[in-house]
């Protein structure tokens, strides 16, 4: 029987060894693994760098009836921002300027020195908000009118009143 080869049939399909066999599972299985419990540890590590804190926001700053008319009122207030795994507060201040009893006639100024951002004070006496950085002066309506600053006090331009009275500012960030 010459060309008979009775050991060796070729049935067309690569015969592995047991042993290569479990090496080839083992890796499947653990990849497999290691991709079901590391894809979301991936995930929540990564997440909080993706989300950004509270952007632009109302802020009560107290009930319109309880500043006076004519009277610089102080306001103080703190937003916290996260930024990924970051925390920051930041703190705001100003005063509101009630020129009437109409709630449109109301100037809302920051504390914010427009110099070097130190915070302004009131000083009733002298009618005028003073800077204790550089002895710099502002009027009532927060006009420069001693000092090197080189421009008014910054107003809080967006405003308005919730149905409980209270006086809410428009705070954007950034």
């Not at 990849?31 to 109302?58: E, H, N, Q, R, Y």
């Not at 008014?152 to 950034?174: A, C, S």
Request: glycine share 10%; charged share 20%.
């Amino acid at each position: 029987m010459a060309g008979s080869h009775q050991g060796s049939r070729n049935t067309g399909y690569h015969h592995i060894s047991r042993r290569d066999f479990v090496k080839l599972t083992t890796v499947a299985l653990g990849t497999i693994m290691g991709a079901a419990v590391g894809l979301p540890a991936i995930g929540f590590l990564i997440d909080p760098a993706l989300k950004s804190g509270g952007k632009d926001a109302w802020i009560s700053i107290g009930k319109l009836e309880d500043m006076p008319v004519g009277a610089p009122h102080p306001f103080l207030f703190t937003r916290t921002r996260v930024n990924g795994w970051e925390r920051t507060a930041t703190n705001y201040g100003g005063f509101v300027l009630r020129r009437s009893e109409n709630p449109q006639d109301t100037l809302i100024l920051s504390s914010r020195c427009t110099h070097l951002a130190c915070q302004v004070n009131w000083r009733e006496d002298a009618q005028v908000y003073i800077c204790p950085c550089h002895d710099a002066k502002f009027s009532l309506e927060g006009e420069v009118l001693d000092g090197p600053p080189p421009r008014p006090l910054d107003r809080f331009e967006e405003f308005q009143t919730d149905e409980e009275g209270n006086l809410l500012i428009h705070v954007k960030e950034g």
